[in-house]
């Protein structure tokens, strides 16, 4: 599965009874505002960009206590500077103290409920006074958990909510503030992710995701391996096509550390023993990125680091294989763009894929260094330093 996204207002539609808020677009806001429930015509309101931004407050993306009349010039705003979705409430009046915090969690084994009684914008300041708790996978309260979620109404509202949170497959939720009056909790903000395999609530797009992302989005969806990837800095000159989470966070550390942090393109990696097939489109995206970008740059140096630990079971010659090919496509491309390979790998078949991929950069004459499992892992590291210094 993967987790996204979904609209404050969706969640509180679907999560609290007799809830008066109203989505509202860039597109539609005007139509929406002369034809407002008289519940919201009749109090001071509150404004929000709906699009799952946090620390909305703090970069003046809400605005309270206005009136009808004051939210058309708001939502041009916003929408000048990209926004486009936002949510229209009632002011709920309440002091300071007493915001709490909460969220809920989906985990292996249950759900994981957090709680402060200090909540609100600055709850990062009260981090350690957060108490958490480990429900089972039905939601039945543990007795550890009246120990500081002492509020019986507030029991109440984590168990008949749970059900829900199962029915539309929502994963996270997080409440802050939210209120506990004497009959009834009030969420005032809602952080919410879902299961987009199964919940029929709409995601968020990523605002700034770019095409290449999106491209391997969609490729990792349709496959059981995993292929991930985020363009940092298209400008970058260092690029990599990693396998295996804990090498490609190590590689990525290594880089940083030698003070390249800024020349990172990329990160992301594949695992999961993708086909050849996978490993191709995979690498043909990125491939393309870096040459789109090189093209902007045409006189800069790129590194291309094909490395990871040492594989259990994913067979380097077969990963290779998917790469060379998509390589092979593009070979004179990435000659005359400057780009120097770099190669460290280890598992079932390594000699044989290692083999392959000298073959290829020696025969398309690309400049490489590769590496076996024997060369610590951070190697590949040093030698894209000293070329691109």
Same mark, same amino acid.
């Given at each position: ?37 008289? #519940?919201?015509?009749?109090? *001071? ?39 486009? !979705? ?42 350690? !006074? ?15 958990? !009246? ?40 969420? =005032? ?16 797009? *990523? ?43 190590? =590689? ?34 990125? =491939? ?39 390589? #092979? ?52 590291? *040093? ?7």
């Amino acid at each position: 599965m993967a987790r996204v996204k979904t609209y404050e207002f969706q969640a509180k539609s679907v999560l609290l009874p007799n809830y008066l808020g109203v989505s509202l677009t860039s597109s539609n806001y005007q139509s929406i505002l002369k034809n407002l429930p008289k #519940e919201l015509t009749s109090t *001071n309101l509150v404004l929000k960009v709906d699009q799952g931004i946090k620390k909305r407050g703090k970069q003046g993306l809400v605005k309270i206590n206005l009136s009808p009349s004051d939210i058309p010039s708001i939502i041009e705003e916003w929408s000048s500077l990209g926004w486009t !979705s936002f949510l229209l409430e009632p002011v709920i009046e309440h002091s300071a103290e007493a915001e709490h915090y909460l969220a809920i969690e989906r985990a292996r084994d249950g759900w994981h409920v957090s709680y402060s009684a200090k909540g609100g914008i600055d709850v990062e300041s009260s981090w350690d !006074s957060i108490k958490n708790a480990v429900l089972s996978p039905s939601g039945e309260l543990p007795k550890g958990v !009246s120990t500081f979620l002492k509020s019986p109404i507030l029991q109440a509202f984590i168990t008949n909510i749970l059900p829900l949170m199962e029915q539309y497959h929502i994963v996270f939720l997080e409440m802050n503030p939210v209120l506990i009056r004497e009959t009834h909790v009030v969420p =005032l903000d809602m952080a919410c992710e879902i299961d987009d395999t199964g919940s029929n609530l709409p995601s968020i797009p *990523n605002k700034n995701i770019s095409e290449s992302e999106t491209k391997i989005a969609s490729l990792d969806a349709s496959t059981p391996a995993s292929l991930k990837f985020k363009l940092i800095n298209p400008s970058g000159s260092i690029w990599v096509l990693l396998s295996g989470g804990g090498a490609s966070l190590v =590689l990525a550390d290594e880089v940083a550390d030698q003070g390249m942090g800024h020349e990172l393109a990329n990160y992301g990696e594949y695992s999961g023993a993708p086909t050849d097939e996978d490993v191709y489109s995979y690498t043909k995206i990125i =491939l393309e990125q870096m040459l789109a970008s090189t093209h902007q740059q045409s006189s800069k140096l790129k590194a291309l680091v094909i490395a990871a630990g040492i594989a259990n079971f994913t067979d380097v010659a077969k990963t290779f294989k998917g790469i060379i090919r998509a390589m #092979e496509e593009i070979k004179a491309d990435l000659k005359v763009s400057h780009v120097k390979v770099f190669v460290r790998r280890g598992g079932p078949n390594e000699a044989k894929g290692l083999q392959m991929m000298s073959d290829f950069l020696t025969g398309a004459d690309i400049p490489h260094i590769i590496h076996p499992h024997t060369i610590p892992l951070t190697q590949v590291i *040093n030698d894209v330093k000293e070329y691109l210094s």
